[in-house]
Each structure stands twice: as C-alpha cells, then as structure tokens.
C-alpha cells in the first residue's frame, strides 16, 4: 500500500481541481464527490504505510514507542533471560529485521580504540542478551550495562533505561573468532580482542 502514497495524492489534487471547476458551472457531482473520498481513504492508508515502511527500517522512536520501551525495560529488570528482548522490542517498534544474538560475539572481550593508548573496556557479551562494560584503565570504576545485538549489520547497545535501543549502534567493519573491529561515530575504529576461549554457547543464534 505504501508505494500508492504519491500517486493517489496526485490523483487526489486532479479530483479536487476537476470538482471546483465543475461546481462552479452545475450542481456537485456526487460521483465525483465519492471518487474523492475514496482518494483519501486510500491516500492516508498509503501514508500510513509508508511510515510503518521507515520506522521497521530505520528503528524510528515515537512518544508511544518509548512508554512501551520504558515498560519493556521494567520487565527484562526483573529476569534472569534477557534474550527474547529483540522479540519483545519488535511489540514497541515494527522492526524488520529483529536483532540476533550471535554467537561469535558471546564472551569477553578487551576493547582499544585507535585514537587512545591502550585498552580501556573489558566489555562482557552474555548469551542471556545482556552486556556489561567496566572501564579497566585504573584510573575509576564505572559500569556500563544494558542488551546487544546485531541488527543491519552494527553492533547494538540498547543501554540500561534508554527509551532509543539504536541511539549507541557501531557499524561491524570485520568479525572473526577472535576480533571484532566496529565503527564510532567520530569515525574512528575499535577493536575488541577476545579474553579466553570462544564459547558455542548462545540462546538466539542468527539465522542466514
């Protein structure tokens, strides 16, 4: 229905010029005046989808998405399973397709940056959904938690109560067993070496 927008609010405009015209000379036409209803009809249906369209492709936020978002966070709060939350995000947001949780990305991981000097994360990806991240330079002890996952190709960090779960999404610019080099929004890359051994380990696999 959504390729239908454009063309139906063409058609709509060359109605409403032809019923001007005619009513200024006789008596309305009731066809007509019909005709243009259902040009409506089908113009806001066309729209509508055509916005379901963009939202289930870029991961729009809307106000009645992030009430729904806030609740979602609320209930992965309170299990121990994390790994349905692409499934229960898809209830907020149309999203096609839902992230997945790899496989090759479960375990720990040390992140470096190009532009810093040395490590500074120890980055945690859980099979049950969930990632932590502590700062490992020495200098404080911050945390950073919330749920991963791969979506269109980029690295997702739905952050812990953030209402955007695509606001923090790295671009993968390679993946292997042991390194996974993602994008930052500065242009910059990092590179997360693995900590130990690879894991099979993973509750949502991706399906190819």
């Known amino acids: ?20 015209r005619q009513t200024q000379r006789d008596e309305p036409n009731t066809r007509l005046q019909w ?14 989808g055509q916005k379901l369209n963009h939202v289930a492709s870029t ?8 009430t729904c978002i806030s609740q979602l966070h609320h209930r992965l709060a309170t299990s121990d399973d994390a790994s ?3 499934a229960q995000l898809a209830d907020c ?6 992230p997945t949780l790899d496989c090759r990305l479960v375990g720990t991981w040390s992140q470096h940056n190009e532009l810093m000097s040395q490590s500074s994360y120890i980055t945690q990806f859980a099979a049950n959904g969930r990632y932590t ?5 020495g200098h404080s002890v911050r945390e950073y ?22 606001a923090d999404a790295n671009p993968i610019a390679s993946i292997s067993a042991d ?27 991706p399906h190819h």
């Open 1 to 20: 229905m959504a390729p239908l927008f454009y063309p139906s609010l063409g058609v709509l405009l060359l109605l409403v010029i032809v019923y001007r």
């Open 35 to 48: 005709a243009i209803r259902l040009t409506v009809v089908v113009c806001l249906a066309s729209g509508y």
């Open 59 to 66: 991961g729009e936020i809307s106000p009645l998405s992030e």
């Open 84 to 86: 349905s939350w692409p």
């Open 93 to 98: 947001i149309p999203l096609e397709p839902l």
């Open 133 to 137: 991240v502590t700062d490992a330079s």
């Open 145 to 166: 938690q919330g749920y991963w996952g791969v979506w269109q190709d980029k690295l997702v960090w739905f952050a812990k109560d953030s209402v955007d779960p695509f």
């Open 179 to 205: 390194t996974l080099v993602i994008k930052e929004q500065n242009g910059s890359k990092t590179t997360l070496h693995r900590q130990g051994a690879a894991t099979e380990a993973c509750l949502n696999p």
